[in-house]
């Protein structure tokens, strides 16, 4: 069902589902979409939602408090969407089709979210002034994938790459893994300045792994070298890698 969906707005849903295992929720509700729009950060729906002055921090707060004391969920557990995620789903394809957009973006996540009136969700924008007449405003500005501000122009910024070849120990294949996708995925989430974390293996040698890092900046990559999820993956890979090399480049980010 998620054919028309950007990247960005599948980006969303994507942490939608790890704001509900966080929070411990079996399903995810129109609350966890709202927290993937805001985490994800860049898409239309969040300028819009940032510009009213709606803060990712304070709304989390305000969300969490209603699933105090679940523990948390495995991110490998299948979650499903509430009927209310569901139908936020099901509007967000009509705003589409009523703005003749062939995608579906972060936007249309927003005014699908907005559809549904009384809710928790509508109150929290409500508060900063947003509603479903002024998103749709907002939207029909925009073009066909619902996810960039119309004539907006592309701004190159320079950002820190980090290049890492690694080889490592056959015998600690498994282990490697599991700390390097931890500590990628985290990183992609949490590690404020980190905008991109790809990890690659060899297919004729699994035991060669190649990491590429993107940084808003070195002091970005000096915080996540800091970080709890790399120390653990560093920790394993003191015993796993017996050859590295680390290449550090300045890139230039397309936003």
């Not at 729906?45 to 408090?65: K, N, P, S, V």
Request: charged share 25%.
């Amino acid at each position: 069902m998620f054919e028309r969906y950007t990247e960005r707005a599948r980006r969303v849903l994507f942490f939608a589902r790890y704001e509900a295992s966080q929070l411990g929720s079996r399903a995810i509700g129109t609350e966890h979409m709202l927290l993937g729009l805001l985490r994800e950060g860049h898409g239309a729906a969040a300028r819009i939602c940032r510009d009213a002055g709606l803060d990712f921090g304070q709304t989390h707060l305000e969300i969490a408090h209603t699933f105090e004391d679940r523990p948390k969920l495995s991110t490998a557990v299948e979650i499903p969407f509430t009927p209310e995620g569901r139908g936020a789903l099901e509007r967000s394809t009509e705003e589409a089709d009523r703005l003749k957009h062939r995608h579906i973006g972060t936007v249309h996540l927003l005014l699908g979210l907005l559809g549904e009136p009384g809710s928790a969700v509508s109150a929290i924008l409500g508060r900063v002034g947003l509603n479903l007449d002024r998103a749709r405003h907002a939207a029909s500005g925009l073009p066909d994938s619902g996810d960039e501000i119309a004539q907006k122009p592309a701004l190159a910024r320079e950002t820190h790459i980090v290049l890492v070849q690694a080889t490592i120990r056959p015998e600690m294949q498994a282990e490697f893994e599991a700390a390097l996708l931890h500590n990628a995925r985290e990183s992609v989430l949490h590690d404020a300045g980190c905008l991109r974390f790809d990890v690659s293996q060899d297919k004729d040698d699994p035991t060669r792994w190649v990491l590429y890092e993107v940084y808003d900046n070195p002091a970005a990559h000096a915080a996540h070298r800091q970080s709890a999820h790399f120390l653990a993956y560093d920790a394993v890979a003191a015993r796993a890698v017996v050859e590295k090399t680390v290449s550090k480049c300045a890139g230039r980010h397309i936003t």
